[in-house]
């Protein structure tokens, strides 16, 4: 029940061996059963206002934050960094089809998001509503993207005659689509909770964790909420390998927003009550270019939801130190004798220095854009 074990994980492990037509067969499997677990989701109207028209494909991450971090129209994502043939992922998409999710009206889209999009108006306290839309829309997200996965095995055994669908579900250990439908369901609730409260005067639901505006274009951007495994200290704040019917999943918010030329938007918070108390002590103790480090270690160490400028991407190529961090997140295995403790180990925080802090001036659109 984790964002880290996904997809592209399972697409890592293909042979660089395959043919062209093997590869190009392999994503036609993906894309077809990714196609039918999206049009069998029970959805009929607007998730916002329930008018009946809900197709309109609505960005995951501002769509003009993904501009200023472009190169013709085109970016990069998570399989850019893993060693797949070119033909069987694409690693680059552009800007209308980057993080986009079909669950609401074209009204709501444009209207119901417009106040926290607004960056030029956010000041030193944030107004508990933009959080409230943040949520809403990470959570819509997060509600599509794993009710799909709860479906796709379905659709995808059904291409089993096919020797690359039989190989593919080998080496991912099974069917976890219990597993993903239990979170789907959680997430889901999770929205309508915070879309009744959006429209609400209600207060003080949420705690910042770390909210700073830079005066640089960071080059890369994300919107999405991550259920951490654990702290500093190897406390475990959400068990994600043994899901339970009344798991509650206590994610926290992350945003990296590239709003316009020389200013961007770093912002991290979560429900009261929920378990990073201790987190949040032990990060307020550092300084701000490390709390910048570990905002960033996380993004790159549990999602796959970034998306980074092409100028980063030729940047980060050869960084051994980057790409091994976005490969174990990928291809995370979980060891038989005690997993969740191999989990704890992996996901420790306090690995956050090994990693490059992208989020840094000199990894700016601004500095990779100089001669």
Not at 120 to 137: D, G, Q, R
Not at 247 to 256: F, G, N, P, Q, Y
Not at 280 to 301: G, H, Q, R, S, T
């Amino acid at each position: 029940m984790s964002d880290f074990f996904d997809f592209n994980q399972f697409l890592g492990i293909i042979p660089g061996t395959l043919s062209k037509q093997q590869n190009n067969n392999f994503q036609k499997l993906i894309n077809d059963a990714k196609r039918k677990a999206k049009q069998d989701m029970p959805v009929s109207s607007c998730l916002l206002c329930g008018c009946p028209q809900h197709n309109c494909n609505s960005h995951s991450i501002p769509q003009r934050c993904l501009k200023y971090i472009a190169v013709e129209g085109h970016l990069n994502y998570s399989a850019s960094f893993i060693d797949i043939p070119n033909d069987a992922l694409k690693e680059e998409k552009g800007i209308n089809e980057t993080g986009t999710f079909r669950l609401i009206c074209r009204n709501c889209d444009s209207s119901f998001f417009q106040p926290y999009e607004t960056f030029e108006k956010w000041e030193n306290t944030i107004p508990e509503k933009y959080l409230h839309e943040i949520a809403v829309k990470n959570y819509l997200k997060h509600y599509e993207k794993k009710y799909v996965e709860s479906k796709f095995p379905t659709y995808f055994l059904n291409s089993l005659n096919n020797p690359l669908a039989s190989y593919f579900i080998n080496m991912i250990g099974g069917d976890n689509s219990k597993n993903d439908e239990l979170e789907s369901e959680i997430v889901k609730n999770k929205f309508v909770e915070c879309k009744s409260l959006e429209s609400s005067n209600t207060t003080d639901y949420y705690e910042i964790l770390f909210y700073k505006k830079l005066d640089y274009t960071v080059s890369y951007a994300f919107q999405y909420s991550i259920n951490m495994i654990t702290d500093f200290n190897g406390t475990l704040i959400n068990n994600l390998l043994t899901p339970q019917e009344d798991v509650k999943l206590e994610d926290i918010h992350i945003c990296v927003f590239p709003y316009s030329q020389n200013n961007s938007i770093i912002l991290a918070f979560f429900k009261k009550g929920y378990n990073y108390t201790q987190l949040k002590k032990d990060f307020e103790l550092l300084n701000e270019d490390d709390k910048l480090a570990v905002i960033n270690y996380i993004i790159f160490k549990y999602s796959e939801d970034f998306f980074i400028s092409p100028l980063l991407r030729d940047r980060m190529e050869n960084e051994a130190s980057f790409k091994s961090v976005v490969t174990s997140s990928l291809m995370n295995s979980q060891p038989l004798y005690d997993p969740i403790k191999a989990q704890i180990s992996e996901f420790d925080l306090n690995k956050y220095k090994v990693f490059p802090n992208l989020l840094l001036k000199e990894y700016s659109m601004e500095q990779l854009q100089m001669p």
